[in-house]
């Protein structure tokens, strides 16, 4: 093998399989834009069902997975299937509540819903490219440890710092000003 056809793991190790993974995206894409195609045509053929099918699944579940960078992979997957057949379901109910339903709206809807979901992760990604092409997030270092005034990987920026010795046990709590605790 060349050393194109190597990936790389977080560990820094080479493996196998970074074009057959582009390929298979590729191919996916490919059946899931066919489906769709034949979805909205009047056409008869008998990979119709089967790749609509597929595009109703996979359109939804690629969108879902786009918002969820921090699970493993294993997780991720299963989330976006399941995220995905709620979105197809809930679609055509509400459709059928309307009395809009039809085939082709149904694919036109989820399609539009996928497209949502892909443009407003693309556009609130909300990090910044640091050196070398790292992503950071705003204020924070490129080596993503913060800076100053930085939020960590679970904190929206401006969000109530922990407040050390909150309860017994003296773990960390975070407080909003104006609530009140019973103790």
């Known amino acids: 093998m060349s050393h194109d056809q190597y990936i790389h793991d977080r560990s820094g190790r080479a493996r196998a399989g970074g074009d057959?993974?582009?390929l298979l995206a590729g191919a996916a894409t490919a059946v899931a834009g066919?489906?769709?195609?034949?979805?909205l045509t009047d056409g008869t053929s008998v990979l119709r069902a089967p790749f609509t099918v597929f595009f109703l699944l996979a359109a939804p579940a690629t969108a879902l997975a786009a918002a969820l960078p921090r699970l493993d992979p294993l997780s991720r997957t299963v989330v976006a299937l399941v995220g995905a057949l709620a979105v197809d379901l809930l679609t055509a109910q509400l459709m059928l509540a309307t009395h809009a339903w039809s085939a082709r709206g149904g694919v036109?809807?989820?399609?539009a819903l996928s497209l949502a979901?892909?443009?407003a992760r693309a556009i609130g990604a909300g990090g910044t490219r640091g050196a070398g092409g790292t992503v950071r997030a705003a204020g924070g270092t490129a080596d993503g440890t913060g800076g100053p005034g930085a939020a960590g990987p679970y904190e929206a920026p401006g969000a109530p710092a922990p407040v050390p010795g909150g309860e017994e046990g003296g773990g960390?709590?975070?407080?909003?000003p104006g609530v009140r605790r019973d103790g």
């Open 20 to 22: 057959s993974r582009a």
């Open 34 to 39: 066919v489906g769709a195609a034949l979805a």
């Open 108 to 111: 036109v809807a989820v399609g």
């Open 117 to 119: 979901g892909l443009a």
């Open 172 to 176: 960390d709590r975070l407080e909003s």
